[in-house]
């Protein structure tokens, strides 16, 4: 995925979604539409635009449950810290949950998620038009999304 500008050449942003749930007697199970997918694609990503990605997150289980996002595997720092990140829940109108530096982001705790309920999330990059150091040039950036559930009372 290639970011880039007439002053940079072959920088680049990826994230996947990796999914993980713990289990409380079977009855908090989550679900993904892009599992293991990339969320944003910032193929083509310049100073001055923004890309978005979506992704709905479900709890195919019986009881609800605390759902987190975190992140690891950060590589390509100098890029990270100059990518502005936003999270946002945009089931039914848009909630901000997290928004900074790509780069400081390691996780957010987006509450509960009920019995068999999914919301979606937008995942937005911006790269201030102001932005344009030329330290920058080929350089990249990836960073590995983890959910993370557990049911209401359990650790996980």
């Known amino acids: 995925l290639a970011l880039g500008s007439t002053l940079f050449s072959g920088a680049r942003f990826a994230s996947k979604s990796a999914n993980s749930a713990s289990l409380a007697a079977g009855s908090f199970q989550l679900s993904s539409s892009a599992a293991s997918q990339t969320i944003v694609s910032a193929s083509g990503m310049k100073?001055?635009?923004?890309?978005?990605?979506?992704?709905?997150?479900?709890?195919?289980?019986?009881?609800?449950?605390?759902?987190?996002?975190?992140?690891?595997?950060?590589?390509?720092?100098?890029?990270?810290?100059?990518?502005?990140?936003?999270?946002?829940?945009?089931?039914?109108?848009?909630?901000?949950?997290?928004?900074?530096?790509?780069?400081?982001?390691?996780?957010?705790?987006?509450?509960?998620?009920?019995?068999?309920?999914?919301?979606?999330?937008?995942f937005t990059l911006s790269w201030p038009a102001a932005s344009t150091e030329a330290s920058l040039q080929g350089a990249s950036t990836s960073l590995t999304f983890r959910w993370a559930g557990s049911a209401k009372g359990e650790e996980g």
């Open 47 to 122: 100073p001055g635009e923004s890309k978005q990605g979506t992704i709905a997150i479900g709890n195919k289980g019986t009881a609800p449950g605390n759902l987190t996002l975190s992140a690891s595997g950060l590589s390509g720092s100098a890029l990270a810290a100059v990518i502005d990140f936003k999270l946002e829940d945009v089931t039914s109108g848009a909630t901000q949950k997290w928004s900074g530096k790509l780069g400081s982001f390691s996780s957010v705790d987006l509450g509960s998620l009920g019995a068999g309920a999914s919301r979606t999330y937008r």
